[in-house]
């Protein structure tokens, strides 16, 4: 390969740049081997300390992985570490809001998804119904024993089957990035529901209309609840804002 010029400020940011651009282009593939520190100091046309510095830091990130006496492979995205995703996420949230917006984008992509393979083949998610119908049941036993914790990981974890059913990695990752997020609101909503079981049956509504195979309904039910999460969350809000004004 041709001698690609660099420049000498901020060396390893630089490199980084070289790097992505590769990559970008194509010329480094998902699972490839790419060239080792010898060969991309030659290439760049500076010392290996940086390039070192450069892989380093693109291990940590998980774009990278470096295996002893093998060499240096491109990662694919589910390897991305979470750790940066959760820093990219939190620092561009600004409003508790935001956060919920982006959560409905994503179920509505899931539950259509679930709702237009049901609608062709109704065995094709079975699984996933089964696993939905488990977590109301195991929502309805956290109710019972007025455990909160156990009320709030299982609705999450519903609402993950609903993202995960949009069969895209990335919707997944990121929803699962945001547990830490989904369980403080979820722990929100349900401190301001009187009749918990109103929840039970909002979440029962949405298998019901994935069931029909008709994804303006099944959007509808997703709609509907997302709507009363979020009048719950701001009647929540607001009374802790008037405690914390005592």
């Not at 282009?25 to 300390?49: C, K, W, Y």
């Amino acid at each position: 390969m041709a001698l690609i010029e660099i420049k000498q400020t901020t060396v390893v940011e630089q490199v980084m740049k070289k790097i992505k651009e590769l990559i970008a282009s194509g010329h480094f593939q998902v699972d490839s081997r790419i060239p080792t520190e010898n060969e991309l100091a030659a290439m760049f046309d500076i010392g290996r300390s940086s390039i070192r510095e450069a892989i380093k830091i693109f291990n940590y990130l998980g774009i990278l992985k470096s295996l002893p006496g093998k060499g240096t492979f491109l990662c694919d995205r589910t390897n991305i570490s979470t750790e940066l995703l959760t820093w990219s996420i939190l620092l561009g949230i600004n409003d508790i809001y935001e956060f919920i917006e982006l959560r409905h984008l994503l179920e509505q992509r899931g539950i259509t998804t679930l709702t237009e393979k049901y609608k062709i083949d109704p065995g094709s998610i079975s699984e996933d119904l089964i696993k939905l119908s488990n977590m109301i049941d195991n929502m309805k036993d956290a109710i019972k024993r007025s455990s909160l914790s156990d009320t709030v990981q299982a609705d999450y974890g519903f609402h993950n089957i609903i993202i995960e059913g949009s069969r895209i990695s990335l919707f997944a990752s990121i929803f699962r990035t945001l547990e830490s997020f989904m369980h403080e609101e979820i722990k929100k909503t349900n401190r301001a529901v009187y009749r918990k079981i109103d929840v039970v049956k909002e979440h029962e509504s949405i298998i019901d209309a994935i069931r029909t195979g008709n994804t303006a309904l099944a959007v509808d039910a997703v709609d509907l609840h997302i709507g009363n999460v979020k009048q719950r969350l701001k009647k929540q809000m607001d009374i802790e804002q008037q405690r914390n004004q005592i």
